[in-house]
């Protein structure tokens, strides 16, 4: 019996994977994840108590993930012991290997406890290149140029994740948006050492 009700609960999880990352969390119906995952909406309720659990359950991980990512890189640039290439190229390897779940967090997560995620990301990414300006310069760079840079990049990684790419293209095309975004991260170090 274990054995089917994990064969169950994992079909439901591909199931609603499917439909989030398709329709989003409002236009996702549990009746098509049951149907794709041929069993009653009754079985869904056995394991999941609603569409927002579920939702919760299959992005919940990756969303953790993301987060420690960003923790990890604030503390290793207040160690330096990361580069920010090295970093992205973190990022990006994840963000690959996760795509399915980073598509539903980007596109489909209105409604849930995880609509703001994006936003939330952008600020925090603001907010720990501010510090590195801060402690490498002494004094905060341009706000809105750090918004916009980091706005930029994270719109790249949406690119990135809506496209349909093979592995090789995606990986090529973010190494050019590691470039342009060291180029910008560039610019708004020389404008705040030329305003010191």
Known sequence: MEKTESAVRSRLLEAGKEEFRNKGFLKASLRSICRKADVTTGALYFFFESKASLFEEIVEETAGSLEQIAGGFADSQREKSM???????????????????????????????????????????EQLL????????????????????VEMKLQGYAELLNGDYSQEK??????????CSERGYQ??????????
């Open 83 to 125: 580069q920010p290439d090295e970093y992205d190229r973190l990022v990006i390897n994840f963000i690959w290997e996760n795509r399915d779940i980073a598509r539903i967090l980007i596109n489909g997560a209105e409604g849930t406890k995880y609509e703001n995620f994006w936003e939330d990301t952008c600020k925090k990414m």
């Open 187 to 196: 610019v708004i170090e020389e404008e705040t050492i030329s305003a010191q």
């Open 170 to 179: 995606f990986l090529k095309l973010s190494k050019m948006l590691r470039i």
């Open 130 to 149: 501010q510090e590195s300006f801060v402690k490498s310069y002494g004094k905060e760079a341009d706000r809105d140029l750090i918004h916009i840079l």
